[in-house]
């Protein structure tokens, strides 16, 4: 089936609109992990983001006060970005543990099936170089040992990136590489233990063994990323072919540990040691948020390059991150799981800054890219992401299209879990157990920014159609795990399938 799917995919990319490589727009794709919407400055955020605060004030910028991440937690969010599909369709119900685990056919290692399109696999066969350096979190890169070696790799190479570094999942966002570990200079000396060894990898040519990255990596992890991402882009720029960057950092998931230099800032204006490490990580991305723009401008790639910035969920409960008076945090569907920081800047296409509140998702990558390439789906499988082009382009006031959580589901579908929609005004959250609805409540997003107040019972006729829609997607969703057929005790063979 895979290799169908691919086949279709090589013969209508061929549809493609006339638009020369000098027409066609690089786009990078960068996201931020557990980043709350309140984390950063222009939110009332403690850490300092000059950076972010420029590009979300940029002439050429809109800024997506009701941006969404596609899950509330890290590998659901991932695989949005790439397919414009709710993680649900294709088993990625939750964060992928992986590993060594003689419990391996468990949902959590549900790796990225190779049946699904990607947002790279579309760019590629577009004629685009596509390039992924940070955290991939949706599989294993390395076949599993005590008895699990039937277990698929999932890497970026499978999934459509040309060139790729990438960690298999969470990382510390300081000093992460496994052989940093022996060099007394590499620690900073503020660590109470030393964090999870975590190294980065790639296969050479996608093919033959793993690589590891071969020197110590000392100092903060996002600025490391991006001297593999000004490489990539400046060997771009100079081909004048067109790219796909997709950036995914560690910041600031656990461990945040910040550097010295950066940490003593924080530690100077009377915060604690783990608030000093976590506002000084958030400043030390948003360093290299500035070093982006400045390379895009200094290659005169700048304005027609659509840069994306996002976070992957909410801030993490009982950390220094903050929402900002939303309701939830990390693993909930509440506004504070889901609702994060979130820009565009285009400036061949974006002439005047706005502040919208214009629903966006993260699943809304995919089918954007499509239409800005003017190329055509490749099969009629549901898509849960739009196109934003007529957005971005100031043709479009309203989403008139739904957007969709689901969440504790792990695969089975007569338990217990819950449901989410949203659209420009109101949203319902539904828990579901046996296969019917438990309780639901309804919000007006536009004006109860906290989810305070239930209005199911004074709004029914709102509250009962938007209870119908979810039903009908919670179907399509089922219907998709069946045709996937992600959905096995034990039963990997999808995968390759």
Not at 345 to 358: A, G, Q, T
Not at 379 to 394: K, V
Request: proline share 5%; charged share 20%; net charge negative.
């Amino acid at each position: 089936m895979a290799k169908v799917f691919r086949l279709l995919l090589c013969v209508l990319l061929l549809i493609v609109s006339e638009a020369t490589g000098e027409d066609r727009p690089n786009i990078i794709f960068a996201m931020a992990d557990d980043l709350g919407w309140g984390d950063v400055q222009y939110n009332n955020g403690k850490a300092a983001t000059p950076n972010l605060n420029e590009m979300a004030h940029s002439p050429n910028t809109i800024l997506l006060q009701r941006y969404y991440s596609g899950g509330p937690v890290c590998s659901p969010t991932r695989g949005t970005v790439l397919t414009g599909r709710n993680h649900n369709r294709y088993c990625v119900w939750s964060a992928n543990a992986g590993g060594n685990t003689a419990d391996f056919v468990r949902p959590e290692t549900m790796p990225l099936p190779l049946s699904e399109i990607t947002v790279a696999e579309v760019m590629r066969q577009a004629g685009y170089s596509t390039a992924m350096f940070g955290k991939w979190h949706l599989g294993d890169f390395k076949k599993l040992e005590k008895g699990n070696e039937k277990w698929p790799i999932s890497h970026p190479g499978m999934h459509g990136f040309d060139e790729w570094w990438s960690t298999e999942r969470s990382a510390g966002s300081c000093t992460i590489n496994c052989g940093c570990f022996s060099i007394a200079t590499c620690v900073n000396g503020h660590y109470k233990e030393p964090p999870t060894c975590t190294n980065y990898y790639t296969y050479t040519n996608n093919s033959g063994d793993l690589e590891e990255w071969p020197d110590a990596i000392p100092g903060d992890d996002t600025h490391f990323l991006f001297t593999l991402a000004e490489k990539y882009i400046r060997e771009q720029a100079k081909s004048q072919k067109p790219f796909f960057l997709y950036l995914p950092f560690h910041t600031v998931h656990i461990r945040y540990i910040a550097t010295d230099e950066m940490r003593e800032k924080y530690l100077k204006q009377n915060y604690t040691e783990e608030q000093a490490d976590y506002f000084g990580a958030i400043t030390a991305m948003d360093e290299v948020i500035g070093e982006l723009r400045s390379l895009l401008k200094e290659l005169r790639i700048k304005d027609n390059t659509l840069f994306w910035f996002a976070s992957d969920n909410g801030a993490l409960h009982n950390s220094p991150g903050s929402v900002n008076g939303l309701r939830g945090y990390k693993t909930l569907l509440y506004e504070g799981g889901v609702r994060v920081p979130g820009m565009i800047e285009w400036p061949d296409v974006i002439s005047s800054n706005k502040v919208s509140w214009f629903p966006v998702i993260s699943s809304d990558l995919l089918p954007t890219v499509r239409d800005i390439l003017g190329v055509k789906p490749s099969d009629d499988r549901p898509i849960d992401g739009i196109s934003i082009l007529p957005f971005l382009q100031g043709k479009m006031d309203h989403r008139n299209h739904s957007i969709y959580w689901g969440y504790d589901i792990h695969g089975n579908f007569n338990g217990k879990y819950n449901m989410s929609t949203s659209g420009d005004q109101y949203k319902l959250m539904a828990t579901y157990e046996n296969g019917k609805v438990l309780r639901h409540y309804l919000y007006d997003l536009l004006n109860d920014l906290g989810e305070t107040t239930d209005l199911k019972d004074k709004l029914p006729t709102i509250a009962n159609k938007l209870l119908n829609q979810i039903e009908e997607w919670r179907k399509s969703v089922m219907e998709s795990v069946d045709k996937v057929g992600c959905l096995g005790t034990g039963d990997i063979s999808y995968f390759n399938n």
